[in-house]
């Protein structure tokens, strides 16, 4: 119990203060409900555009706008930049007070990272469950709403599929922060995982949408666990065994990535130097 | 064994370089070179329990760079250190869990939160006993005078109030051990005052080991019993300050305010440093001429209104010592 004490508090220290930025999460809000309706209406005017090819799609509309405001419901999970906070104290040096505790540098970063994730993700959440779960089909726009899951099993493992989904987005941010702390320079890892992030997660269109010869790679590559693979259990496109496979693959994914992350954070905390008085 | 045992330490960095300007920039994109700087060539020292040592050197010099070794931050290139029988950036969660470090120049409390909840958190992050804790905490508080402190979030606080809170936040978990990175710079002086007072009772009433660099030199008269001169990597003096200034700089200074125009004197070892009417500024050496037999001679010949001798200032001591060792900052 003792040993977990300074990561439980470093967790909850970020989430508590991330917590304060209320304008920030509802700005963030806004943003999302516009993206939301723009790719609402383009995957409309595809599924209605060409109803064949709509039939011999593998997921159907209603399941595309329910992906679609999960996705953005979701946003803040999305592991395209590194902790600013991480940025930050590679910028004034403070992150050699990061140095002198005594706790694994890997795991207090970790918990950081998923402290500041979960603190944006919770009012962002709420308020679009509440603006297109709700409000949509109360105002008569049913068929444009997200909907409730596709059954009590796909509620459950879609839980236990979106709390591996954070715990491998956090895995990946701390990529970043390796990164970040190696290069000591925030910006251009951060707009190089933009694009791989906003495609391969599934965000800028449902990973099953692509080409069939792309399907199995865009599968089992990283970040289909971040997004794509809870949203498929959520709607029951991937059920029974295969909404298994997707949470072994998010399990695999993330078995992988910390390990990587905790050689080559020793790695770069081994070389690290302090530049400047 | 001493407390702290440092052998034959030396750290050198690699800096990328480029030309000046555009075409520079563009050829440190297709070929980056290199030049290796020497922080530390070789540094020996060793420190019991209780001691207080100043850690003094132009800018630059490697003090810094001693410290972050010394506190597990940095690992050097070759060299040996022992702290209370471990190796710091061998042994880094063990060591880092006995010392306290503060660095003057950076901030280790939360920007964004209460001074009580970075406290608190690092409570948590130490896993210090809650009873203890409390303990601890409201003593620091009392001895800092952070009472009224600690409900403000960081980024509120003057720079001495920050800097209190800071050293406070160091000690929480009863470090053996405190190292203070110019732990004064920027503060005004009834701040200097309080730090150096808290550093002071620190040291001789809960024997706590303390090293601190300053570039203060009245942080090191008012503290250290002990002072090491680092310069290019090297150290280059380690005696109580007394000492030092006895070899660098013994000479003694006589202002004189005489009843009339001030006189010529011809004293053996006495030179006259500056004449302004009826003041005369003498410089002598104590170990040649004696202030009082100085002063006899010049009272016995000269009717004399006013007389006193002063030290050389601190500042001055350790200039010309830097200079004699051409430590200066290239």
Redesign the interface.
Known sequence: MDALRPYAAAFSSRFLLMMQYRAAALAGFFTQCWFGAVHVMVLAAFYLGAPEAAAASPISLSQAVTYTWLAQGLLAVMPWVGDPEIADGVRTGAISYDRLRPVDPYALWYVRAAGWMTARLAPRVALMILAAGIVLPLIGQGQWAWRPPASLSAALLFALSEALAIALACAIIMLINIVVVATLNARGVNILMQPLVIVFTGNLLPLALYPDNLRTFLFVQPFAGTLDIPNRIYFGALAGQMAWVGIGLQLFWITTLVTLGRWWLGRVMARLEVQGG | MPQILVQDLAKT?RVAERAPGMLGAVRGLVRRRWRTVEALKNVSFSLERGELLGFIGP?GAGK?TTI?IL?????PDSGRVEIEGLVPYAD???H??R?G?V?G????L?W??PVI?GF??LR????VDPQRYKATRDELVAMLRLEKLLDQPVRQLSLGQRMRAEIGAALLHEPSILFLD?PTIGLDAPSKLAVREFVKKLNQEHGVTVLLTTHDMHDIEALAQRVIVIGHGRVLADSPFEALRADVLAERRLFVDFAQDAPALDLPGVEVRNRDGRSLELAFDPRITSAPALIAAITARHAVEDIHVEQPAIEEVIARFYDLHGANEA
């Open positions: 960095y800018n810094s972050k506190s597990g931050i940095l690992r880094r969660i063990k880092v869990a010392i470090v660095f120049q950076r901030t280790q939360w964004d939160l909840d608190d958190l948590d992050i130490y896993r110019e």
